[in-house]
């Protein structure tokens, strides 16, 4: 994916050109939030009690975080699985690469991981004369389109239908025109089953990894992670070091909350466990931090880290809804996104803290109790203090500490706001107001609320 | 310093120190009336086939009836599913394995490596059939973990419907890459 160094007022504004375009995204998404509701009602009062047991988890985790990271390489090596360590995404990729060299391959195939789209990964191979395949339907349809993903579970949700026609028409030979999604799916299905056939390198991410017994748990629909696992000779999983979990019964939390929190299922298709390597065959687990053991260190924004990549915060942010995912110019876009980000660079992402209402109803989605939004407000307490506030926000908030500190300024700026308002009304509602923009200017009130209240009160 | 000392290191300087004990989760062990009626329920709605059988050579017609081509199976009647290459089985029309056990909640089966013999056979063929004993349903994933326990496995599967996709607006379409059709047999034994 193409780093920009775009704001996300620009990119949201672009996407915001084509205004149906807008509306079915925003309403495709809630219904998707729809159906997490439905799903999420139907354990009742248990619901809220696994959100609660999986924040507990969690914590458990990120308070003993190394010892459980110790604990899963030492299972998993007695499994049979080489354990890889990489501080950041430049070691991944090596490490990757590595691997792929070593055994001769330069054709891989991927199933997805948001990890792999965080250290950019196809990119480098490609640089490095290997050929990543994307297997996830959506992953291989943004991939042909040369984009990256807009969504951490549906990557390509910014894409209509009859776009996906147009590029399977081009890449695999579809009839034009013909943009049914079943001729559409069967069109990739035999397409990446020749993939799955050929290739003898596999990578695949982990959901969740267990300290207990070194096994890792890979949850698709599709059926691709397995697909390709079970058919190369190397599978190489990656993962970012929080995904650890104690214990293989806490999967019994987990998975109950991840689908019906993604997408309303009940649970995957899938939920497979890897424990051994099959007999003749290499698993390889290459744990990451790329900035994680420094989130951990920040008190406030630590709990971040407790995140299971489900997209629920996505879904129901009317942000996100209507800003669409490019528009976070980060591998995780959305609420989520906006607090994992700036951790990996505070001047690059300074804008995506502000990328919120700061409504709340991502927290109140959260299958792992994050508190996002309250996150959204301190990161920007945080980029302000640092220094990575732009200019103009700077000197708006100067001006407003002034103006609100100062009593008979703040009277004065009331009466020429009102004044303004109806004397020379073009002076607010121009195009170079930001607020302006999609609002209609409100009646002046004849009076401030303090005019009223000395003209009023009971003397 | 290696990698994994260092990012080790760093864990250990940063991660909180408050005790953050673990929940208690028998609180979520609820029991079910009737696992069989949920569990056809929920996996008929996520587009599986859930069937009852009288016995094994009910479930054989049944399968011989409705599906054609290469048939392999880790039970009698069928070829036996080749402990070979996997690649030897991507002309397989339709699989047919036995179930450990199945899930009320989520219509998902459990089934490791000892019972699927390749684990690329619940995945690679066009179809998959499963047999299941009516009184391996246990009623949600708390207890499905209790089950499973410490079990010594290489590789265990939760299988829950046909391989699926909504990844083009939102439409769903079944038979990704995965098997089109699951069809769970139940043996009311």
Redesign the interface.
């Known amino acids: 994916m193409t780093k920009t160094l775009a704001q996300h007022p620009d990119l949201a504004d672009r996407f915001n050109r084509d205004e149906n375009r807008v509306d079915w995204h925003d309403q495709?998404l809630w219904?998707?939030r729809q159906k997490r509701d439905r799903a999420a009602h139907t354990l009742e009062t248990?619901w809220e009690?696994?959100r609660?047991?999986a924040s507990?988890?969690k914590?458990?985790v990120?308070?003993?975080?190394?010892d459980y990271?110790?604990q899963f390489e030492r299972a998993a090596q007695a499994n049979g699985a080489i354990v890889h360590?990489?501080?950041d995404a430049a070691?991944h990729n090596r490490i990757v690469l590595g691997l792929l060299q070593s055994v001769g391959a330069t054709r891989m195939i991927k199933s997805k991981s948001m990890l792999t789209e965080e250290c950019d990964l196809n990119d480098f191979l490609a640089q490095n004369g290997i050929e990543v395949i994307d297997?996830?339907?959506?992953e291989r349809?943004i991939q042909l389109a040369e984009e990256g993903p807009s969504h951490i579970v549906?990557?390509?949700?910014h894409?209509?239908?009859e776009e996906?026609s147009d590029l399977f028409h081009e890449h695999l030979g579809t009839e034009a025109g013909n943009a049914d999604?079943?001729y559409?799916?069967?069109a990739a299905?035999g397409h990446?089953?020749d993939k799955?056939?050929t290739r003898k390198a596999a990578l695949t991410g982990v959901n969740f990894a267990i300290a207990e017994?070194g096994e890792f748990v890979v949850c698709t629909?599709?059926?691709?992670a397995?697909?390709g696992?079970?058919?190369a000779d190397i599978h190489i999983a990656c993962m970012g070091?929080e995904k650890i979990i104690?214990q293989?019964?806490?999967?019994?939390?987990f998975?109950?909350l991840l689908a019906r929190s993604a997408?309303g299922?009940?649970?995957?298709?899938?939920?497979?466990?890897?424990?051994?390597?099959?007999a003749g065959k290499a698993l390889h687990i290459v744990?990451v931090?790329n900035g994680r053991?420094?989130q951990?260190?920040r008190?406030e924004f630590?709990n971040s880290l407790k995140c299971i990549r489900c997209g629920a915060c996505m879904n129901t942010c009317p942000v996100y809804r209507r800003s669409g995912g490019h528009s976070y110019h980060n591998a995780v876009g959305g609420p989520i996104g906006a607090i994992l980000a700036p951790n990996l660079d505070m001047h690059q992402f300074a804008d995506l803290p502000y990328a919120s209402t700061l409504c709340g109803s991502c927290s109140n989605v959260c299958p792992v109790k994050i508190n996002i939004h309250e996150q959204l407000y301190l990161w920007r307490q945080e980029l302000t203090r640092s220094g990575h506030a732009t200019q103009g926000k700077k000197a708006a908030m100067g001006l407003a500490a002034w103006v609100l500190s100062n009593p008979r300024i703040y009277r004065l700026a009331g009466k020429m706001g009102r004044w303004a308002m109806r004397n020379l009304p073009f002076s607010i509602n121009n195009r170079f107001n930001p607020w302006y923009k999609q609002r209609e200017l409100p009646a002046p009130p004849k009076a401030s609320f303090r005019e009223w209240y000395l003209k009023n009160r009971v003397k | 310093m290696s990698s994994r000392a260092e990012i080790l290191a760093a864990v250990r300087k940063n991660q909180p120190s408050s005790p953050a004990p673990l929940p208690d989760t028998q609180k979520f062990w609820h029991e079910v009336d009737d696992v069989y009626a949920q569990f056809n329920i929920i996996l008929s709605g996520i587009g599986g086939k859930v069937l009852e059988i009288k016995n094994w050579e009910a479930g054989q017609e049944y399968l011989k009836e409705h599906f054609n081509g290469r048939i392999v199976s880790t039970l009698e009647g069928f070829e036996p599913l080749p402990e070979s290459d996997p690649h030897a089985l991507a002309d397989v029309e339709l699989c047919v394995l036995q179930a450990q056990f199945a899930v009320a909640e989520n219509g998902a089966i459990w089934i490791t490596n000892s019972a699927l013999r390749q684990r690329a056979a619940a995945f690679i063929p066009q179809h998959l059939a499963v047999l299941l004993k009516k009184s391996d349903i246990v009623p949600t994933m708390h207890h499905a973990y209790a089950r499973i326990g410490s079990a010594d496995y290489d590789f265990g599967v939760f299988i829950a419907g046909p391989s699926k996709t909504a990844d083009i607006e939102q439409s769903l379409v079944l038979g990704a890459h995965g098997p089109r059709t699951m069809t769970v047999l139940v043996l009311n034994e």
């Open positions: 495709t219904w998707v248990d009690a696994l609660q047991a507990d988890i914590d458990n990120l308070a003993n975080l190394a990271l110790e360590w990489a501080t070691e297997t996830d339907l959506g349809i549906m990557p390509c949700i894409k209509k239908k996906i999604p079943q559409l799916t069967e299905r990446l089953r799955f056939l017994t629909n599709e059926g691709n397995d697909m696992a079970h058919l070091m104690p293989r019964a806490h999967l019994g939390v998975l109950r997408t299922q009940p649970i995957t298709t899938y939920s497979s466990h890897f424990r051994r390597p099959a744990i931090d053991s420094r951990l260190g008190e630590r």
